[in-house]
């Protein structure tokens, strides 16, 4: 089953004089019985289900959708830890604290349905939004994929619930994104597309229990050409941010050996990321100087900090998944990558790298990347 995405461009304020351009792809689910629809943005960075609720009386919730539970004759109230609330009992909330901002909810059990499949899972009916950023957002809430450890519980994980229920024919899903208007872009449960890939899959293994969707990269590469400065990092594969992004120290480096200003893109070198996979030669991810740029000729690349345990992380945000299909193995623990084909484009292909110009990470090459996504909190 796939489900249609659609992109949403926006500005940002940097500062007095500087805007950046904001980019989110999102979809359709319906929750409650009968079905209340919502646009939400499918998120690999984030576990779990939030929608606004009725009670939430802030910008952020009254501008969109809401959910109300009161409507619903399947729902159940439960608590954040999802455990049954015993008769007379109260219920918790849970506050989800993201890089700029945070939500605070109810939660419940009730029949959620992505596309044609339906299956009941815990979710969060947010109580409080704050101003930023969600009173920008085009959609109305998340629908989070990331893994399991993430979500508040296995029952709160729609992939969980999914490959649980009998749902997918087989434990993964996969994204595709464009930047074509007149081309579809669309998460597909259950399986991969090969239409949408101009090469083989490409394996990764996952690699940590912080609960992304994160892959070791060996070095970032100009071109053919290792810089010595991403040794051993670890990368999250991130359909909910809209740039790459990293920690502010290494952001800075690749901003002064780049250059801030990129029109002149025939003087730029690719920007490659090289993975390992457990069969043959790494792999380099690249992007070309338009795929790693802005409109306003700015990098795409976002200095953000969150500390361990989270961290240290680097983000492929959207420019990097414009280039490259990507499938997620939710029972194997990998992440598949695949040139995309794009309509009308030529297909691109994988650089190999050759084994004496990269090592493994080892003691002496510590990670050095901070993750801008989501830390949680009860």
Known sequence: ???????????????????????AYYGKIQAGSPPQEFTVVYDTGSGNVIVPGASCGDVACTQHKRFRDSKSSTISRIKCDGSKVSPGESTDLVTITFGTGSITGSCFTDKICVSSVCTSANFIVSTEESPQPFSSFAFDGILGLALDNMAQSNEFSMMNRLHRSGSLKEPVFSVFLSDNDDELSEITFGASKPDHMASDLYWVPVATQAGYWEVEIQDIYFDKRPQNICKGCRVAVDTGTSELAGPTDVIEKLQSKLGQDVCSQESMPDLGFAVRGPHGKPRILSLTPSEYSDQSCSLALMSLDVPPPKGPLFVFGIPFLQKYYTVYDHENLRVGFAVAQHKGEPAGIFLEVDEPEIRRHGPDHPSSFLSPRIARST
Do not use: E, F
């Not at 249609?4 to 980019?23: C, D, E, F, G, P």
């Open 1 to 23: 089953m796939s489900v249609t995405l659609h992109k949403r461009v926006t500005k940002a304020s940097i500062n007095q004089t500087s805007t950046r351009h904001k980019m």
